[in-house]
């Protein structure tokens, strides 16, 4: 099992950025994909981007061009940065990690970890 802590949610205006970072530990971190899911309130879970080991990017189409997720390996780290943020943003984030990146674009499937939850907000 993978254990993720999550951090860098807050509220910012449209148009702001934020950087979420999970550090995670267990040592099947390497060998899992890496990724963020999103859910607001009364709205489906939805993947949002996923990054595989070998630092291969996947990405929803609402978010190609604004969000860049990296991972340093020698860290056990992922990160999400997240630019020119609009109000439908707004929802509870996820790091997830899981065997396959299938797992994570899909926001479902096995799950090796799953973060505690971080807002974003993006309201003015």
């Known amino acids: 099992q993978v254990q993720l802590v999550e951090s860098g949610g807050g509220s910012v205006q449209p148009g702001g950025s934020l950087r979420l970072s999970c550090a995670a530990s267990?040592?099947?971190?390497?060998?899992?994909?890496m990724g963020w899911v999103r859910q607001a309130p009364g709205k489906a879970r939805e993947g949002v981007a996923a990054?595989?080991?070998?630092?291969?990017?996947y990405y929803r189409d609402s978010v190609k061009g604004r969000f860049t997720i990296s991972r340093d390996n020698a860290k056990n780290t992922v990160y999400l940065q997240m630019n020119s943020l609009k109000p439908e943003d707004t929802a509870m984030y996820y790091c997830?990690?899981?065997?396959?990146?299938?797992?994570?674009?899909?926001?479902?499937?096995?799950?090796?970890?799953w973060g505690q939850g971080t807002q974003v907000t993006v309201s003015s």
């Open positions: 997830a990690a899981a065997p396959r990146c299938a797992t994570v674009v899909a926001a479902e499937g096995e799950y090796n970890g």
């Open positions: 267990g040592y099947s971190y390497s060998s899992n994909c």
């Open positions: 990054i595989s080991p070998h630092g291969f990017t």
